[in-house]
Every structure is written in structure tokens, then in C-alpha cells.
């Protein structure tokens, strides 16, 4: 299985690291069975997040036709022009400015990430998931129409309004479509896209190495429909 995480200016880093770590260490555990690597939809380019101007490097260009995982992150801090690095004040601060994340997320629409994303979910060899505000840039660019998603608690009713059946959970499995809520529940999406993709026993190995149990059930539209407490 191959895992291209995407990049794009403002990305929120622990929604990109916590499953890059988690897939990279099940390649180890596999014997090589996983690859990952960071993509943006532009190629090879240093892409700088939007916590305190950190910066990570895309090895390539997405590429929606290579078969795997393709995993999109949420962003994070303030609103200045792409690629500009936060003064240290407004990093300070960047909890306080929940109001701009979908200014950043809603950037992307303006690159090619959208049509590629959407040839990435029609090519029937490729899982996409979503950390946190990436099934925003998703449900924006208009991709999840009647899908079950879930993303950070505070962009749910935003979810919402876009058509998606919005989920509260931390791990919702929809097919081809795999999501993920807070931000570090890209830990736990990661370690159940290795358990569903290559075996729980090397998920299970990985979750020891890093010392974390995933939290609450992964979410999917089978069973009866509960009736409420």
C-alpha cells in the first residue's frame, strides 16, 4: 500500500505527521508492505504550514492515478498571503482565530488540488481519507455529496451544510472514503487505515511502538439504526 499525504500552504502539521509516523512505521513492521510519502499539488516544494511557520518538503507531485491512500490534512493559524510565515504574535494566537480556517482551507480550491482530489476518488484503486479540516477542502470542492464524513467537532455543522451526512465520531469508514475528527485523531485513522488495509496485527504492533490506544469505534453505515437514550 502506498500513502500520499498531501500539502498546502497552511496545512496544519500534526494533522500531516501523526499518520505520516503511523504509516511509515507500518512500512517498517510489514517488511516494506507500506510506503508513504508528502505530495502537493504542484510537485516537488517546500510548503510551509500555518503553525508558526513551520515548513515540510513535497517529494512530488499527487498523483491521483497511483493506487493506496491519499490523505488529506486541515489547516491551522492566521490568514496572510500563501506561503507567508507568521510573525511570532500571530502564532501566539492562532487558537483564537477559529474564523480563519476555513479562509485557508477554502485556498485551496484555488489550486489544482480540487480536480485532482476528484480524480483521486473516481479511480476505484484509491482509499482518499481526511484529518480534521481536510474533509472540509473535500466537501468544498464538492466531493461529498450524501457521503459520511466527520471532521473537528466545530466544523461539523459546516460539514453539514455542504450535503455531507455529518458523523460525531473520530474514525468514520465510508468505503473509499476514510475520515478522521480532531486533530490527533490522525493517529488513530492512521493506525485503522494499516489495520484495514494491510492487517490488525501490524496495526497492533505500531500502536504498541508508539504507545497509544486508539480511542472509541470506528463509525460505519451498517446495523440497525439506534434509537436515542
Same mark, same amino acid.
Not at 56 to 69: K, M, S
Not at 85 to 101: K, S
Given at each position: 500500500m502506498h500513502a500520499q499525504i498531501v500539502l498546502f500552504d497552511g496545512f496544519d502539521p500534526l494533522d500531516v505527521i501523526a499518520p505520516y509516523e503511523v504509516?511509515?512505521?507500518?512500512?517498517?513492521?510489514?517488511?516494506?508492505?507500506?510506503s508513504v510519502e508528502l505530495v502537493s499539488a504542484e510537485g516537488p516544494r517546500e510548503v510551509v504550514s500555518g503553525t508558526g511557520g513551520l515548513a515540510?518538503?513535497?517529494?512530488?507531485?499527487?498523483?491521483?492515478?497511483?493506487?493506496?491512500?491519499i490523505l488529506v490534512p486541515g489547516a491551522s493559524?492566521?490568514?496572510?498571503?500563501?506561503?507567508? @510565515?507568521? !510573525? &511570532? =504574535?500571530?502564532?501566539? +494566537?492562532?487558537?483564537?482565530?477559529?474564523?480563519?480556517?476555513?479562509? %485557508?482551507l477554502g485556498r485551496t480550491l484555488t489550486t489544482e488540488l480540487p480536480a485532482l482530489l476528484k480524480a483521486a476518488m473516481e479511480n476505484p484503486e484509491v482509499t482518499v481519507g481526511a484529518v480534521c479540516g481536510g474533509s472540509l477542502v473535500l466537501a468544498m470542492a464538492g466531493l461529498l455529496e450524501g457521503r459520511h464524513a466527520t471532521t473537528h467537532h466545530m466544523g461539523l455543522d459546516m460539514l453539514d451544510a455542504t450535503g455531507v451526512h455529518a458523523v460525531s465520531?473520530?474514525? @468514520?469508514? !465510508? &468505503? =473509499?472514503?476514510v475520515? +478522521?475528527?480532531?486533530?490527533?485523531?490522525?493517529?488513530?485513522?492512521? %493506525?485503522?487505515?494499516?489495520?484495514?488495509e494491510v492487517g490488525p496485527r501490524i496495526a497492533h504492533a505500531v500502536e504498541a511502538l508508539f504507545a497509544h490506544e486508539r480511542r472509541g469505534t470506528v463509525w460505519r453505515n451498517k446495523g440497525p439504526e439506534p434509537v436515542r437514550f
Open positions: 504509516l511509515y512505521a507500518g512500512g517498517t513492521a510489514s517488511a516494506g508492505a507500506v515540510l518538503r513535497a517529494t512530488a507531485a499527487l498523483d491521483p492515478g497511483r493506487a493506496g491512500v493559524g492566521r490568514v496572510g498571503e500563501p506561503g507567508e @510565515v507568521p !510573525d &511570532g =504574535d500571530a502564532a501566539a +494566537g492562532e487558537w483564537q482565530q477559529d474564523a480563519f480556517i476555513p479562509v %485557508l465520531a473520530r474514525v @468514520v469508514d !465510508d &468505503g =473509499d472514503l475520515t +478522521g475528527a480532531g486533530v490527533t485523531s490522525g493517529l488513530d485513522l492512521g %493506525l485503522y487505515v494499516l489495520e484495514r
